[in-house]
């Protein structure tokens, strides 16, 4: 069996990715992995390189700015990436998502056993979306609670707009791929960047999905959906992370929007349900290890 990881960065540093920290959590279980670097104005293609492993491949690409909408241009950079897997595995990982050493074992014995398993396509992560600080994460329905990673490289298929993986049975018919879960969890740390960091992101980002840039305040959100962190985080990224600071506070005098609302309402829903209302962009066809 034969690993490829892959992702897709520019100008990584500026808006502070961990992206550094997030590729050497999966080097161990990798036997390559390709890193799409496109044009920056700062030193991440630098960083990429200093990165101290045989396995990394870096291919180089520039942004087509002219297509803007629904993050396409996203897309084109995950396949572009993609592509250029070897393996029997592909295993996508973001530039803000890191994996834990404790999990990889799991990862590994997943990929071999569900390698001749024609039935699944994709592998799943648990998600933990860190949110203003490294010790606070968001419980909402919300935010996407599992995802596919890892998808076989014989499967065909491809990421409209970089968000997720739908798979072509038909020429112009997609749907999302069959996965199996990896029991492992994807830390993701795109919230823990500072304020500015997250304001610089979105001014640059948002144009892909034609929008207008709106100023991000951490601290307008529904105090809920935020709860404290007790675990312990992936070695790989401890010393990029800030200093503990505890739950993050919100503005007690927050107005909640109508998405808020929406969510506080399929949140009891759950709880009374027993159910995940969260957004799914996979098929679940095998049910745990």
């Known amino acids: 069996m034969k690993v490829s990881g892959f992702t897709f960065i520019r100008n990584g540093i500026m808006l502070g990715f961990p992206f ?7 080097l161990p279980i990798c036997d390559e992995f390709i890193v ?46 993609q592509f250029n897997c070897t393996g029997d595995w592909a295993f996508y990982i973001e530039g803000d998502e890191v994996v834990h050493e404790e999990d990889l074992g799991k990862i590994r014995d997943a990929m071999e056993r569900y390698l001749d398993d024609d039935e699944v ?5 648990e998600y933990l979306h860190f949110y203003g600080n490294a010790d606070t994460v968001l419980h909402s329905p919300g935010w996407y609670r599992n995802a596919p990673r890892i998808i076989k490289n014989s499967v065909r298929s ?20 069959k996965a199996a879960p990896t029991g492992a969890t994807m830390y993701h740390y795109g919230w823990v960047r500072s304020q500015a960091q997250m304001n610089l992101k979105s ?34 990224v401890q010393e990029w992370l800030p200093p503990s600071e505890g739950l993050f506070r919100a503005d007690p005098s927050h107005r909640l929007t109508s998405r808020e609302k929406k969510h506080r309402f399929l949140l009891k829903l759950e709880k009374w349900l027993g159910m995940d209302l969260s957004k799914k962009h996979y098929t679940l066809v095998r049910h745990g290890l």
Not at 205 to 234: C, M, S
Request: net charge neutral.
């Open 203 to 236: 001014r640059q980002v948002q144009r892909y999905w034609n929008k207008e840039h709106q100023e991000v305040i951490y601290a307008e959100i529904d105090p809920r959906i935020l709860k404290e962190f007790k675990g312990t985080h992936p070695k790989a």
């Open 20 to 26: 550094v920290e997030s590729i050497r959590s999966v």
């Open 36 to 81: 799409n670097v496109g044009v920056c104005e700062d030193e991440t293609l630098q960083a990429v390189h200093e990165i101290d492993s045989g396995k990394v491949r870096i291919v180089e690409s520039s942004w087509n700015d002219r297509i803007k909408t629904k993050g396409y241009v996203y897309g084109q950079q995950k396949m572009i990436a």
């Open 121 to 125: 396509e994709a592998l799943l992560f």
């Open 158 to 177: 491809y990421a409209p707009d970089g968000l997720f993986w739908l798979v072509l049975e038909k020429n112009k018919i997609g749907r999302y791929p």
